[in-house]
């Protein structure tokens, strides 16, 4: 385990992961809320509109694209 800096929040904490133990069931509920869009509509639509639908920040949106998978089918 590591020194790490919550990219939610901003928090340190030691632990694994890019999100802080308090942030952890949020995110994943926007990365689950994230892939049920993609899913259903594609990634056709520019980031800020995709966040205007779901409520996740863009910033958020882009890490979740940085972890790779989704498909613009």
Known sequence: MEFNKCTRCGSFYVSTGDVCPKCITKDNL???????YVQENGLNNSLESVSNQTGISIKNLNRFISYGGFNND
């Open 30 to 36: 926007e990365l689950g809320t994230f892939q049920n």
